[in-house]
């Protein structure tokens, strides 16, 4: 399978693609115990988390479904710079466990 890693230079910087920002996502999401498998494509990764908790990335930020917002009838997205996968795993992790109680 086809797995790239970094894409090509701008003036000295490595940029993140969108397959390497979801691995390390997940990296630090399975350090928290927390599952997740990654899918990409066209630019854009996925980690997914749960059926009804998808990460998408685009190697520069990860956004995620947080809540429905009933007065505008769609969802509120939650989203975190994927510079600091461990913060945004934790982050994704407390909804995780937030979603997984609110379903027992």
């Known amino acids: 399978m086809y797995a790239p890693t970094l894409a090509c230079t701008a003036k000295g910087r490595d940029i993140v693609t969108a397959f390497h920002a979801a691995e390390r996502l997940r990296a630090e999401l399975a350090r928290l115990q927390v599952p997740g498998v990654v899918n990409h494509g066209y630019g854009y990764a996925v980690v997914s988390v749960s059926a009804s908790l998808t990460v998408w990335t685009d190697g520069r930020r990860y956004w995620w479904r947080a809540a429905w917002n009933p007065v505008r009838g769609r969802y509120v997205y939650a989203w975190h710079t994927a510079d600091e996968p461990d913060r945004a795993a934790r982050r994704v992790a ?11």
């Open 94 to 104: 407390a909804r995780y466990a937030r979603m997984r109680r609110r379903h027992q």
